[in-house]
Nanobody, 121 residues
Framework: QVELVESGGGLVQPGGSLRLSCAASGSIVRVYATGWYRQAPGKQRELVASITSGGTTNYADSVKGRFTISRDNAKNTAYLQMNSLELEDTAVYYC???????????????WGQGTQVTVSS
């Protein structure tokens, strides 16, 4: 069994920072690409940032220059550093990862349960 768990969400004032974590656990052979998504009330889930196993990153235009995605392959953990947070960043943040786990035979896409980020004054 493979599981993804997000953490680090919370309440922050505009201009503040938060660091989200996405930890994969279980019988993991390899973690491939990981993505952070968010879903605000009444809106569709959208991709915020992604990172490949080799470290190539991609960002939504709305977060470029403010958010940074990274990963620690030894810990099977990905991070989303969020700076200069804005009211519009309020959402539930989810991570997903493509993971090859035992007993195989293929890699699958797993989702975490989500963590709430609220930006409010």
């Amino acid at each position: 069994q493979v599981e993804l768990v997000e953490s680090g969400g919370g309440l922050v004032q505009p201009g503040g920072s938060l660091r989200l974590s996405c930890a994969a656990s279980g019988s993991i052979v390899r973690v491939y690409a990981t993505g952070w998504y968010r879903q605000a009330p009444g809106k569709q889930r959208e991709l915020v940032a992604s990172i490949t196993s080799g470290g190539t990153t991609n960002y939504a235009d709305s977060v470029k220059g403010r958010f940074t995605i990274s990963r620690d392959n030894a810990k099977n953990t990905a991070y989303l550093q969020m700076n200069s947070l804005e009211l519009e960043d309020t959402a539930v943040y989810y991570c997903n990862s493509e993971i090859f786990g035992l007993p195989g035979p293929a890699r699958y896409l797993y989702w975490g349960q989500g963590t709430q980020v609220t930006v409010s004054s």
